[in-house]
C-alpha cells in the first residue's frame, strides 16, 4: 500500500508562484511513477506532470510545459510540484498519483486510468 497526502494549495495572484507537496509513504520502490493531475470545476482530471521515482525521467503537459517543474526529495520522501507563471486557468485542485510500474512518459502516463494510488487532493487558486 501507498499513500499520498497533498498540501501546500492557496490563493495566489496571477503570475504568481506556489509550491504544493505529496508527501509519499508505504511501500514503494524504485519502479514506481508520481504524476501530477488537476481537476477544476465541471471538467475532467487533466494531466499535468509525471516522473519517474528514481527521477530519471519527466514530462509536461502542453499547458504548464515551461511554467511548471517536478522534484523530489528523497530524505523526505515528498514529490514537489513548483508551479511558477501562474494563470486563472491553472485554478484547480492538484492530485498526485502513483502508479507501481512506471509508464510510457509521452502516452500512458497521461491517464488518470493508470494510477493505483491517489491523495486526496489540494486547491489551488489563481486570482486575476
Known amino acids: 500500500q501507498v499513500q499520498l497526502v497533498e498540501s501546500g494549495g492557496g490563493l495566489v495572484q496571477a503570475g504568481g508562484s506556489l509550491r504544493v507537496s505529496c508527501e509519499v509513504s508505504?511501500?514503494?520502490?524504485?519502479?514506481?511513477?508520481i504524476s501530477w493531475f488537476r481537476q477544476a470545476p465541471g471538467k475532467e482530471r487533466e494531466f499535468v506532470g509525471y516522473?519517474?521515482?528514481?527521477?530519471?525521467?519527466?514530462s509536461y503537459s502542453a499547458a504548464v510545459e515551461g511554467r511548471f517543474t517536478i522534484s523530489r526529495d528523497n530524505a523526505k520522501s515528498t514529490v514537489y510540484l513548483q508551479m511558477t507563471s501562474l494563470k486563472s486557468e491553472d485554478t484547480a485542485i492538484y492530485y498526485c498519483?502513483?502508479?507501481?510500474?512506471?509508464?510510457?512518459?509521452?502516452?500512458?502516463?497521461?491517464?488518470?486510468?493508470?494510477?493505483?494510488?491517489w491523495g486526496q487532493g489540494t486547491q489551488v487558486t489563481v486570482s486575476s
Open positions: 508505504g511501500s514503494i520502490s524504485s519502479s514506481y511513477a
Open positions: 516522473m519517474n521515482w528514481w527521477g530519471g525521467s519527466r
Open positions: 498519483a502513483a502508479s507501481p510500474t512506471a509508464l510510457d512518459l509521452h502516452a500512458a502516463a497521461r491517464f488518470p486510468e493508470k494510477y493505483m494510488y
